[in-house]
């Protein structure tokens, strides 16, 4: 069973604050790691992914990756509301399937 | 491309019915992937094709859900017959599958189902 944790409740930040999220995976042969970010009642939309040991930035987010504690991270910089939403974390693994996390709630507070 | 299509939105049925949900992946894309949205489960990952062929159905729940890919355009996941148990949102999703690393999976707009 390829597993996907995230285990952190519901996140308030507020505005102009980084937000931090978290993630580890069960499977070491995971290769690709990717985060969607789910708006109440919408599907998921893909912000990142990261394959390479070490950090990632693009805009705001930045992905961390540390596949020897097998950990995803992601920051969100100077959280506006708009950012106000459900994160999902997600692991590749064999065929082309992805293993999904719970989410993580995120609310930016004005 | 205008994305990743279901129909219908969203279904109301009655605890026996038959429920039909349907799919129209991106144009081009190889992978096809049905997902279950629950707020005790998440997001799960029911059957998915490649080429139009099953790959794994493994995480179809039982003998009442089945899916089938007639052709590159075109997707049905059907419940026979439905139970209150089932009521979730139903994702559809596809990729290119090309091989690499980088893999993205686009979703459709969800399919809503309340069994009664």
């Known amino acids: 069973q390829k597993e996907v944790e995230q285990n952190s409740g519901p996140l308030s930040v507020p505005e102009g604050a980084i937000a931090s999220l978290n993630c580890t995976y069960s499977?070491?042969?995971?290769?690709?790691f990717f985060w969607y970010r789910q708006y109440s009642g919408k599907s998921p939309e893909l912000i990142m992914f990261?394959?390479?040991?070490g950090d990632k930035e693009d805009g705001r987010f930045t992905a961390q990756l540390n596949k020897a504690s097998q950990y995803v991270s992601l920051l969100i910089r100077d959280s506006q509301p708009s950012d106000s939403a459900t994160y999902l974390c997600a692991a590749l693994y064999g065929n082309n399937r992805l293993a999904f996390g719970k989410g993580n709630q995120v609310v930016v507070i004005p | 491309d205008a994305g990743v299509i279901q129909s219908p939105r969203h279904e109301v049925t009655e605890m026996g019915q038959e429920v039909t949900l349907r799919c129209k992946p991106i144009s081009g894309h190889d992978y096809l992937f049905w997902y279950r949205q629950t707020m005790m489960r998440g997001l799960e990952l029911l059957i998915y094709?490649?080429?139009?062929?099953?790959?794994?159905d493994s995480g179809m729940p039982e003998d009442r859900f089945s899916a089938k890919m007639p052709n590159a355009s075109f997707s049905t996941l059907k419940i026979q017959p439905s139970e209150p148990r089932d009521s979730a949102v139903y994702f559809c999703?596809?990729?290119f599958g090309r091989g690499g690393i980088r893999d993205e999976q686009f979703f459709g707009p969800g399919t809503r189902l309340t069994v009664l």
């Open positions: 094709f490649n080429n139009n062929v099953p790959i794994d």
């Open positions: 999703a596809s990729s």
């Open positions: 499977d070491r042969g995971s290769q690709s």
């Open positions: 990261i394959y390479s040991n």
